[in-house]
């Protein structure tokens, strides 16, 4: 059974980019090395926390 999806959370903000077809298709090559093959949006999600706690943090 395929969770429903609900209300968004209200502490968080949506942001809506345009990506070249390039990008997206990184994006979705680095999600099939994810051993629970996340949506690209929770993709996106991980790959700019790991940016932000490796170089963008500063």
């Given amino acids: 059974m395929q969770?429903?999806?609900g209300r968004p959370k209200t502490d968080t903000e949506a942001v809506n980019v345009r990506l070249?077809?390039?990008i997206?298709?990184?994006i979705d090559e680095a999600?099939?090395?994810q051993p629970d093959l996340p949506t690209r949006p929770e993709m996106i999600?991980?790959?700019i926390?790991?940016?932000l706690?490796?170089?963008g943090g500063s």
Avoid: A, I, N, Q
């Fill in 45 to 47: 999600r991980r790959m």
């Fill in 53 to 55: 706690d490796k170089d």
């Fill in 24 to 26: 997206v298709g990184r």
């Fill in 31 to 33: 999600r099939k090395g």
């Fill in 49 to 51: 926390e790991d940016w």
């Fill in 3 to 5: 969770k429903k999806m």
């Fill in 20 to 22: 070249t077809r390039e």
